[in-house]
């Protein structure tokens, strides 16, 4: 066992763990990037191997996908389909399902970080003029993102990551995950329903939120270009990466959109956290210590191989090291048949147990606190740890009738 390689695994996934080392202004980003530049350093790893361990069509599709989402956020439909929802004269638990559903499909089609990170602060704002508690529907956004993004293979990260290195079928995918992601949004409206009961009121300063002007031709040119790539995932046997680098390509060249402003809302942080985590296990698989650890599981009874042992240490690890880290890990073990579905929908909708658990968390509460709305761990459980709970129960139920033959299709 090569104690340096150890070493380094280790001091990457306990930053990993903590989001931070101690006496370090690192973030997970800066933890990864250094961890594969102390590879490097120590010679465990050559510049070309390390380029080629990086997965470039998911840095692709991701990147692609980001400038797609950017789309709307700059001609303003999300701050527009907020506004309109807030300022509804819905009963609270009727408004309350209308904005599940409506983050729902948005994260299953564009990636949910950007959903959350568009519509918080308005939801915010909206719920202040109506006199709402924003705490119930901020609550909703975040765990809803999680959830709806669960459906396909481009609403999030890590699915996008499955989708492309376990060669999985879209449409195959979508017809295995869309009941759970069903399902578990209902549950998100119920558990968050239940929680709060009739204490949906509540006075707070109302913010003002600077926000993109809505521009009914960017939005319809960003939905036309999007219908166009789904039906090309759908249908066409072209790289899904190609296809969306093609479309934030069709995006980039406006008349209208500043290319720097487009850019500017893509998430190179997480970009680079794929390349430092893709150095890192590429290391760890590449020397043999990966081997080792599955044995030292598998002799302890944990076979991480079969589908059953796959879904709980997905979940385990998606709460303990993030579900980004957690899904580069376990991706080398995906040998089954299921694997695809069951790293995708576990890593996902474990993301709503721990406040910690998923960026679009993270990012949900960071937009809440800069309006001076503050949720809490423990706020944030009461719902989080009920969802997580029913809606992974339920997930795991359909998964072993659809391994039993109780769907046949192509994944």
């Not at 970080?113 to 924003?134: F, K, N, T």
């Not at 790293?343 to 990012?363: C, M, Q, R, W, Y």
Request: charged share 10%; with cysteine; aromatic share 8%.
């Amino acid at each position: 066992m090569d104690a340096t390689v150890l070493g380094i695994f280790l001091f990457v996934y306990l930053g990993m763990v903590l989001g931070k080392i101690p006496g370090l202004a690192l973030d997970r980003t800066g933890i990864a990037i250094l961890g594969a530049i102390a590879l490097l350093v120590v010679d465990r790893i050559d510049p070309r191997t390390a380029w080629e361990a990086v997965d470039v069509p998911t840095i692709g599709l991701l990147l692609g996908l980001m400038v797609v989402s950017a789309q709307f956020r700059l001609g303003g439909f999300y701050t527009f389909i907020t506004r309109r929802l807030a300022a509804s004269k819905l009963r609270p638990e009727l408004l309350l399902a209308v904005l599940i559903a409506i983050v729902g499909i948005l994260s299953a089609l564009l990636v949910n970080d950007i959903v959350c990170l568009a519509m918080a602060p308005i939801l915010v704002e909206g719920c202040a003029r109506q006199r709402l508690d924003p705490l119930p529907f901020l609550l909703a956004l975040a765990c809803a993102a999680n959830v709806g993004s669960a459906a396909t293979l481009i609403g999030n990260p890590q699915n996008m990551l499955i989708g492309q290195t376990l060669h999985l079928s879209f449409g195959g995918y979508l017809l295995c995950a869309s009941l759970p992601a069903s399902l578990g949004l209902f549950i998100v409206w119920w558990v968050i329903k239940q929680r709060f009961g009739s204490n949906w009121y509540k006075a707070v300063p109302v913010p003002h939120v600077k926000a993109p002007e809505f521009s009914p031709w960017q939005t319809a040119k960003g939905f036309f270009i999007l219908a166009s790539l789904l039906l090309a995932f759908l249908f066409s046997r072209w790289p899904r990466e190609v296809l969306a680098l093609a479309a934030a390509g069709l995006l980039l060249a406006s008349r209208k959109m500043a290319s720097r402003h487009t850019l500017g809302l893509v998430d190179w942080q997480l970009l680079l956290l794929f390349v430092g985590l893709f150095i890192v296990n590429n290391v760890l698989q590449s020397s043999g210590m990966l081997a080792e650890i599955l044995q030292g599981l598998q002799s302890a009874g944990v076979t991480v191989r079969q589908p059953a042992w796959l879904f709980i240490v997905t979940v385990f690890l998606s709460n303990l090291v993030s579900n980004v880290p957690a899904t580069i890990l376990l991706l080398p073990v995906a040998s089954h048949p299921l694997s695809g579905p069951i790293l995708a929908l576990a890593s996902t909708l474990a993301g709503n147990l721990l406040l910690v658990g998923s960026i679009a968390n993270i990012i949900v509460v960071d937009q809440a606190e800069r309006l001076n709305m503050r949720i809490t761990w423990l706020e944030h459980a009461r719902v989080g740890l009920p969802v997580t709970i029913l809606s992974l129960a339920f997930t795991a139920a359909w998964l072993w009738l659809w391994s039993s033959g109780f769907q046949k299709v192509g994944i």
